[in-house]
């Protein structure tokens, strides 16, 4: 994968990672507050923490249709596994954009150094003058548009 | 001596300053990174409260080099040759601290004087900058590779500059060298971008 590649997928992770994270700070907290009033009635006792008192994510819930199953049930992740998930697109992320800003210099520097090389091979070839400096100037423009071609295909056009 | 140059300008008088500003704009922003939270130092690459993230000796000598960069630009644009290579000349007389992108620093600055004494015709004093470069950078680089280049083109001046004089075998040497030097620029450069792209296309 390139590093194009790699940061576009961290990306998408991070996407990906965040809103299950949202989803998962919508159900409340152990410490929270009873969201009935005193002297209400009591939820029932099977109700989880996905069933609280505060609208769900998603489409509500339709009459006749049966209740979601909690969310330990579905083998939704949990918090723990969430927070490492996070972290490592986070890592991921960050390994992504060192490797793209790394080969942002390297294409530079592989630029600079292709200019220099077609400076050198183009007044080397103005020197010849006998078949040995022929020969001599048909290797550098070899390895010229060796060069060239390596560089085209790994970073583009040089600026 | 009056020399006929048949060369192009390798660089404009940015493309000098490319290679090592960048690196300077880096240390900067490095430094600019750190900020000072009550006894701590945090956003540094060490946060450590007695580290010191940027050496200011490197730092006052790269932007000292910038500097006498810019001026170099700006004299070299009105055409006072000699007053840009007095800049750049002051650049090199300057105490260097012990660094590698000093050292670079260093030899581009003398492959840019020794292309402006080329200019001039001053053969003798473009090599010996490019001697004081090649000093400063071994190995595959690019400056190193850059000063061979120049160097090759001071033969090459060279060796027109004999054959006006009418001395064939000097100027036969003198384009002899000029080849040979410009293979190894060739070939330094090669090594540099399979160096700079040895992970390139392999993902």
């Known amino acids: 994968m390139t590093s194009h590649g790699r940061l576009g997928a961290a990306v998408l992770t ?8 949202m989803c998962g700070a919508a159900a409340p907290a152990e410490k929270a507050p009873p969201a009935t009033p005193a002297g209400a009635p009591a939820p ?37 596994d969430l927070a490492q998930r996070r972290a490592a697109a986070r890592a991921e992320l ?43 100037c048909d290797d550098a423009q070899h390895r010229l548009a060796a060069a060239r071609e390596r560089v085209r295909s790994s970073c583009g056009t040089c600026q | 001596m009056n020399v006929r140059i048949r060369r192009r300008r390798a660089d404009g008088p940015k493309g000098h300053q490319t290679t090592w500003l960048g690196l300077l704009l880096v240390l900067s922003l490095a430094g600019a990174g750190c900020r000072n ?43 006072d040759a000699p007053g840009a290579i007095a800049a750049l000349e002051r650049l090199i007389a300057m105490p260097a601290p012990a660094a590698a992108e000093v050292d670079e620093v260093l030899a581009d600055t003398h492959a840019r004087l020794a292309e402006l004494r080329l200019a001039r015709g001053d053969l003798d004093g473009a090599d010996r900058d490019v001697q004081g470069g090649l000093q400063r950078v071994a190995g595959p680089t690019y400056f190193r590779g850059h000063l061979l280049e120049v160097q090759g083109l001071v033969e090459e001046a060279r060796a027109t500059a004999f054959v006006d004089a009418g001395k064939r075998e000097e100027a036969t040497a ?28 392999r993902e």
């Open chain 1, 14 to 21: 991070l996407l990906l990672t965040f809103p299950l994270t």
């Open chain 2, 174 to 201: 003198a384009k002899a060298r000029a080849i040979s030097l410009l293979e190894e620029a060739v070939r330094v450069q090669e090594q540099v971008i399979d160096r700079a792209l040895a992970d390139g296309g």
């Open chain 2, 37 to 79: 939270e009550g006894s701590t130092t945090a956003g540094c690459p060490s946060s450590e409260p007695s580290g010191t993230p940027v050496d200011t000796t490197i730092m006052a000598f790269l932007s000292a080099a910038r500097a006498l960069h810019h001026e170099a630009d700006l004299r070299e644009k009105s055409g």
């Open chain 1, 94 to 136: 960050q390994r992504a954009q060192s490797d793209l800003e790394a080969a942002a210099t390297d294409c530079a520097a592989a630029c600079r150094a292709l200019s220099s090389m077609e400076r050198a091979t183009q007044h080397l070839c103005t020197l010849v003058a006998d078949p040995d400096d022929q020969k001599r």
């Open chain 1, 44 to 80: 029932p006792a099977e109700a989880g923490p996905a069933q609280s008192a505060y609208p769900q994510g998603g489409y509500p819930a339709q009459p006749g249709y049966a209740a979601p199953p909690p969310s330990a049930a579905t083998g939704a992740p949990d918090q723990g």
